[in-house]
Structures are given as C-alpha cells and as structure tokens.
C-alpha cells in the first residue's frame, strides 16, 4: 500500500476545504510550533518520511543536527509513557518549520496524518485560531487501513528494532538515521 493511498482521505479534507476558501495560505504556521505542535508518529509515517528524505538527498548530517536540536531543546528524548502510551505530549516547534516561508516544506504524500487533519476553519486564517484537528477524519483513515498498517508497523519494528508505536517525529526520524549511519560505515 502507498503513501498517497493511505493519506487520500486527509488529502482528499484538504481539498475540499481548500475549495471553500478555508486553507493556510496565508497563515504564520502556529500549528507547526511549539504553541501547538506535539505531532506523533507511528512506524509507518515515519518509514515513509525517511524513505522520501532518503531518496531526496535531504536525509543528511543537516537534518540529523535539526533533529537533535528539536530533540534536545523540548526534551522530546525524556519519555513519560512506556513507549505504547504516553502521558504527556510535548509541545515541539517541527524540524520542518523552517520561519522563512508560509507551508510546509514537505509533500502531502509523506507528512504524518495528524499534520494533514490539522485543517483551518475560517477564512483568511493567519494565526491558527480556528484552526483544529478533524478527529472524525482522522478516524474514517484509521478504519479504512487498520489492519494493513497494523501489520506494516508490526514489520517496522521488528526488521527495525523500533520499541515504539507512537513517538514525537524528530524522535522517529532519528531512530532511523542509525540505519542509514551503518549503511555508510
């Protein structure tokens, strides 16, 4: 299964929103800061976001200290839950967010679904007052690819040593360079 077919539902929201005027054109990016963003991701996000950055030339020792920095900085590396469940998200600006340009840096065929059910509600949205996760959507994605990304995760881990199901990005991300430091030693 494809990135872009597990995502169609929250990209297909977008749109739709997109087509009513309600979109983040012109917003600063508040949801991608530590004001809002505490975005998790599961093995199979992040696998996918790693393999594009991978194959992009991007997955290099720039974003690895950006990583680290994130991580560092909001203490993301402190865990508070056992790995299954945590009992505090932390809020984290995304390695990503980059201050200079509205958006996102990155495709909406590799963002994590959280990031893309993140949706603005009001015309002309500029700091991130209405805007909200559309858990409904959210969940309609979950059901259609339960199983198969239930599976898909279970393999991750394994082939991958990984010990969680959901962790802050910057976090995932950085379990993975360890694979991409031994392809190079």
Known sequence: MGSNQRRQILIDRMQ??????L?????????????AN??????VEAFELYSFLKNQGQFDQELKTRLEETVRTYRLDQSLGNG?????RRTYTCPFFNHKELGCPLPVE?????CLAFNAHHEKEKAGEFCFSEKETLEKREEAFAAAEA???ENLKKKYSLY??????????LDFFKFT???QE
């Open 181 to 183: 430091d031994a392809d």
């Open 16 to 21: 739709e929103l997109d087509k009513s005027g």
């Open 164 to 173: 969680w199901d959901k962790i802050p990005l910057p976090v995932a991300l």
């Open 110 to 114: 590799v963002k994590p679904f959280g």
């Open 23 to 35: 979109n983040c054109r012109d917003c600063q990016g508040t949801c991608c800061t530590y004001e």
């Open 151 to 153: 599976l898909e995760n």
């Open 38 to 43: 505490s975005m998790m991701v599961t093995p």
């Open 84 to 88: 299954k469940k945590s009992f505090l």
